[in-house]
């Protein structure tokens, strides 16, 4: 049997709105009041009406996020944040997949269909800026790098600066024939093109000369196409002494094509990723990787999207930047 403010109220000896105002936190009750109340609470174990309250207020009490890809291990652990910080909030998280495409990019930047939500967590991969400011939406946060200075709030990691780094690690192991898998020249490519430059700019840093024949193109970033991006580096000539993949997928690809060819990590060919997978934590060695602070990421753009909804939404958009870290295991271990 489901309590109501009133079974709470008679039970607690008070009026139903007293009770409400301990429910939604009104600091003007008595604590002695407020304690008899509470005590109610517990004993019936009351839970409030949120779709009530949500209705009262205009919302709806559901948000959505909506990322390119579920099959990629980064996204689903992302989203697993999202649902834990939403529900600090008493919100309900819908996911959406759109596949990276402009039209299923659209249609969640305008509401995830038919579905009625307050706000949109939202990790683009096909629209511009331009595209999202021509939009009549809801409240957005933005979430990756294909959107610089776009019309909503946006949460990013410093995907140059964390290139930088994991490349400069490799070469602190004495490698410079340092390989980099996942390039890409299409217009959805910005993670790539950002860590490209952090790569490049860690060789100039280390007097290593760029040579395109160690950048490997991958036209996803799957296992698969990890895989086939090492195979085709070791088939150049040019084997490399080391490879960053940018990300984590790519990389356990990476370390199935040189077991497949017969070559020790990190003996031979020292491996790092970026993401910090949990399926990287068990792999066979476990993988050198950029970590993102996804929790971290997934808390501000809760928090930012939180404050959308109960302060001016009108404000200017802001950027704020999650953290990373070196996660250094066997592939590409500590010097």
Request: glycine share 8%; aromatic share 4%.
């Amino acid at each position: 049997m489901r309590h109501r403010l009133k079974d709470v109220a008679e039970r607690a000896g008070v009026s139903v709105k007293t009770v409400s105002n301990v429910v939604n936190g009104y600091q003007h009750v008595r604590a002695d009041t407020r304690a008899r109340v509470e005590a109610a609470i517990a004993e019936l174990n009351y839970r409030p009406n949120l779709s009530a309250r949500n209705l009262r207020k205009g919302r709806t009490g559901v948000i959505a996020l909506a990322v390119p890809e579920l099959d990629i291990p980064y996204f689903a652990e992302l989203a697993r944040h999202v649902v834990t910080a939403a529900a600090e909030h008493g919100w309900t998280v819908l996911i959406d997949q759109t596949g990276g495409g402009p039209e299923q990019e659209r249609k969640a930047a305008s509401g995830i269909g038919d579905h009625m939500i307050d706000g949109l967590i939202f990790s683009p991969l096909a629209l511009t800026a331009d595209d999202l400011a021509g939009l009549d939406g809801m409240p957005m946060v933005l979430l990756g790098e294909r959107v610089d200075h776009g019309p909503a709030d946006h949460v990013v990691v410093d995907n140059v600066a964390a290139a930088r780094e994991i490349t400069a690690h490799l070469v602190g192991l004495g490698r410079r024939r340092i390989a980099a898998i996942g390039s890409q020249r299409t217009p959805e490519g910005a993670s790539a093109r950002l860590r490209l430059a952090g790569y490049t700019a860690a060789l100039a840093d280390a007097g290593i000369a760029y040579d395109e024949r160690l950048v490997a193109p991958a036209p996803a970033w799957h296992r698969a196409d990890g895989a086939a991006a090492m195979r085709h580096l070791l088939s150049t000539g040019v084997r490399p002494d080391a490879v960053f993949c940018f990300n984590d997928t790519l990389a356990l690809g990476a370390l199935r094509a040189l077991h497949e060819a017969g070559l020790r990590v990190p003996d031979d060919v020292a491996v790092a990723g970026f993401d910090d997978i949990e399926d990287g934590r068990f792999s066979i060695p476990t993988l050198s990787t950029v970590a993102p602070d996804k929790e971290r990421i997934a808390r501000l753009a809760v928090e930012l999207l939180a404050d959308r909804l109960t302060a001016d939404r009108e404000a200017p958009p802001r950027e704020l930047v999650a953290p990373h870290r070196l996660a250094l295991r066997e592939s590409a271990p500590s010097r």
